[in-house]
């Protein structure tokens, strides 16, 4: 039996509720002011962002297809700025009020990355949470005891069978989340939530 996270039913709830919002501001949930948290993800194939109430709840999502990093390390930081800048016009526009904005970084990336994804907070206003590893982030919805987190991109994952390819590499089964490029943006959010909320 493949280890069961404690956070599994939030992981299946969480990202299906979070696939309905993405990308569709209509169906947002209505925004009363601040009380919000941000997660962005810059990742290699796509750039996502997640609003979560103080709950938890996934209430407005963005994404769309980028080139902004390269081998997990942000190449184009114009870009990256202007992609955060209109996610957060049409957050803005829908009454989202942040108090806080998280995002993170591949394993490995601290030293050339961390400091210009949190820049890319700050530049546009935003008062960044402590940055996580990207594997540590998702396990913030995860949850995963007895486990272990691979983490090669959401783009990757569905490309590779990575549930196959684990399971043959440790022996024993493995488990791909439904929508792996959302997994590190909701813990991402979920970051800015708890360091918050501290």
Do not use: C
């Amino acid at each position: 039996m493949a280890p069961v996270g404690k956070n599994e039913i939030f992981t299946q709830a969480g990202t299906a509720e979070l696939v309905a919002l993405l990308n569709r501001p209509r169906s947002w949930r209505p925004a009363g002011g601040a009380g919000f948290f941000l997660g962005v993800d810059l990742g290699t194939a796509y750039a996502v962002s997640v609003v979560i109430d103080g709950a938890g709840e996934p209430a407005a999502g963005l994404a769309e297809t980028a080139r902004l990093a390269r081998e997990g390390l942000i190449v184009d930081f114009v870009g990256a700025r202007e992609l955060v800048r209109r996610h957060l016009e049409q957050y803005r526009e829908a009454g989202y009020r942040f108090q806080q904005a998280a995002t993170s970084y591949p394993p490995g990336t601290e030293e050339a990355n961390a400091r210009a994804v949190a820049n890319i907070l700050m530049g546009e206003g935003l008062a960044p949470a402590p940055l996580a590893d990207e594997p540590s982030a998702a396990n913030l919805v995860l949850g995963l005891e007895n486990g272990v987190i691979v983490d090669v991109g959401g783009g990757t994952s569905r490309v590779l069978g990575l549930d196959r390819v684990v399971e043959e590499a440790v022996g024993a089964p493995a488990r791909v989340a439904a929508h792996p490029e959302l997994v590190t943006p909701l813990g991402v959010a979920l970051s800015a939530l708890v360091s918050g909320s501290a």
